[in-house]
């Protein structure tokens, strides 16, 4: 067992403790702060000042206020109620719902997926490991953040292309997000976009920059002609089969993928640790990538790596319940899976 690895699961075991003996600064508040209005207020500024928020008047302070009572009064209830996993107080307390869907989404989903030519290379796969963790084989770079531009496509796309190129390689190589963002004109920027495209605009452009060479900016700019600087490259991609639990294993017991889910629920907003096996639907609106699976206490997870940061979840990650009896999984999560072949 490597240092990460011991730390990580360290860290992971600390969360489980302090929230199970009531050590509520994981969750950032305690129980008792709902009891009066000065503590609400004094809660309110120490949350500012973590997140280093500043308001242009006292109306918007008052109004932002008023979002964080009620988001803060969701979170209070529903840890009341679940058990599998916990909601806390992260950067998106200040914003209603619908800001936060219009902000920090931005999957576009083709009313009809494309038939890929090739058979998935992953189909006559015999037996996979119990569990499976890329950040622990280094395929994985640190957790990365859109921002508020709807690029969660290409932070998705370039999270499986990193995957398979250290995989093939030996390299972890940081790639652009922002290179997709200007110059995949398949997909519409900040607006949305498809990670299916983005495969096709890497393998078409014939490799993608690191992000060194070309640093996300999060906001749209002028697509860049970066030549005689180092690429990565792909040689194709392929689509897991829908609603199938088991192909996706297979696939992912081979290579970090990307997946589409459900995100726009409200416990996904504010979800802090735990296994998620939250209220949620299917209707596809965020790219995120898979990174690996396992169990813990009799339940199974996929370990998916978010691009919202890394003070977000479990340090950037959520724990997603699989076996959850429905073919389109945890969120839609089998639904729109795909993942970039490398040539050796």
Known sequence: M??????????????????????????????????????????????????????NSLEE???????????????????????????????????????????????????????????????????????VDWRKKGAVAPVKNQGQCGSCWAFSTVAAVEGINQIVTGNLTSLSEQELVDCDISNNGCSGGLMDNAFEFIVANNGLHKEEDYPYLMEEGRCEAKKDIEVVTISGHQDVPE????????????????????????????????????????TLDHGVAAVGYGSTKGSDYIIVRNSWGAKWGEQGYIRMKRNNGRPEGMCGIYKMASFPLKKK
Not at 13 to 29: E, K, N, P, R, T
Request: a negative charge; charged letters at 25%; glycine letters at 6%.
């Open 2 to 55: 490597t240092m990460v690895h011991s730390m990580y699961i360290l860290s992971i075991l600390l969360v489980v403790y302090q929230v199970a003996g009531h050590d509520f600064s994981i969750i950032g508040y305690s129980p008792d702060d709902l009891g009066s209005e000065e503590r609400l207020h004094d809660l309110f500024n120490s949350w500012m000042s973590k997140h280093e928020r500043r308001y």
């Open 243 to 282: 609603n199938d639990e088991r192909s996706l294993l297979k696939a992912l017991a081979h290579q970090p993928i990307s997946v589409a889910i459900e995100a726009s629920g409200r416990d996904f907003q504010f979800y802090s640790g735990g296994v998620f096996d939250g209220h949620c639907g299917t």
């Open 61 to 131: 302070r008052l109004l932002k206020f008023e979002v964080f009572i009620d988001n803060l009064k969701h979170i209070d209830q529903r840890n009341k109620e679940i058990s599998n996993y916990w909601l806390g107080l992260n950067e998106f307390a200040d914003l209603t719902h619908v800001e936060f869907k219009n902000k920090y989404l931005g999957l576009k989903v083709a009313e009809t997926r494309r038939e890929l030519s090739e058979d998935f290379v992953y189909r006559d796969v015999a037996s996979i490991p119990k569990s």
